[in-house]
């Protein structure tokens, strides 16, 4: 039981199209990242939302962004999709960071 | 910022022996978890260990703070152990650093 919820599983895109990946957090779990992993590759941090603002940012381009709802749920949009964005995208929340983060099953997205 | 250094980065062994996995931490963190990771991308929590030690039945952990290092022990290793094992560090800025990860292969 994970408790955090991500979709779609799997998706496939053309190159230029955008993208809106969703995650369903733990209720309670104010503390929302989200993160890209290349095949072979750790997680590499994108950003993270507190309360629906963003507090944190990894070295992403602007055409990655996010929100986050009063329902704990979270979105990660992606603008004009390049070959390169083909990877496993995750999402982790937190209800106290010193508790740790619980992480999502990913979706896992192709960029053709 | 900070760096996170797993090793081994492969690890290759035989059913029933015991591995030790290394992680190495460059600054002062605020937490740190072992996650495995299964051959379907999910990442498995395994511990929550920002110092001390813990056990849960065949795997335990050690982080020593104050030296920057945490150790994942995995005794008497099963097929199911594969995968790959990364180490997780929260800085100060609330951030998550993940390590490369070790992949570990376990023969029957």
């Known amino acids: 039981e994970t408790g955090v919820t991500q979709s779609p599983t799997h998706l496939i895109k053309t190159r230029g199209q955008q993208v809106t990946l969703r995650c369903s957090s733990q209720s309670g779990h104010n503390t929302v990242s989200w993160y890209q992993q290349a095949l072979g590759q750790g997680p590499q941090f994108i950003f993270q939302?507190?309360?629906?603002?963003?507090?944190g940012r990894g070295n992403f381009p602007p055409r990655f962004s996010g929100l986050q709802f009063p329902n704990y749920s979270s979105e990660l949009n992606v603008n004009a999709l390049e070959l390169d964005d083909s990877a496993l995208y995750l999402c982790a929340s937190s209800q106290d960071s010193r508790r740790g983060y619980t992480f999502g099953s990913g979706t896992r997205l192709t960029v053709v | 910022g900070i760096q996170v250094e797993q090793s081994p980065p492969d690890l290759i062994l035989q059913e029933g022996a015991n591995s030790t996995l290394r992680c190495n931490f460059s600054?002062?963190?605020?937490?740190l978890q072992w996650f495995h990771q299964n051959p379907w991308g999910q990442l498995i929590n395994l511990f929550y260990?920002?110092?001390g030690t813990k056990q849960n039945g065949r795997l335990s952990a050690t982080t020593v703070a104050t030296e920057r290092y945490s150790l994942l022990y995995i005794s008497s290793s099963q097929t199911t152990d594969s995968g790959v094992y990364f180490c997780?560090?929260?800085?100060?800025?609330?951030?998550?650093?993940f390590g490369k990860g070790t992949r570990l292969h376990i023969l029957p």
């Open positions: 600054d002062s963190v605020n937490n």
């Open positions: 260990i920002p110092s």
């Open positions: 997780a560090v929260e800085n100060r800025d609330d951030k998550i650093i």
């Open positions: 939302y507190y309360r629906e603002e963003e507090n």
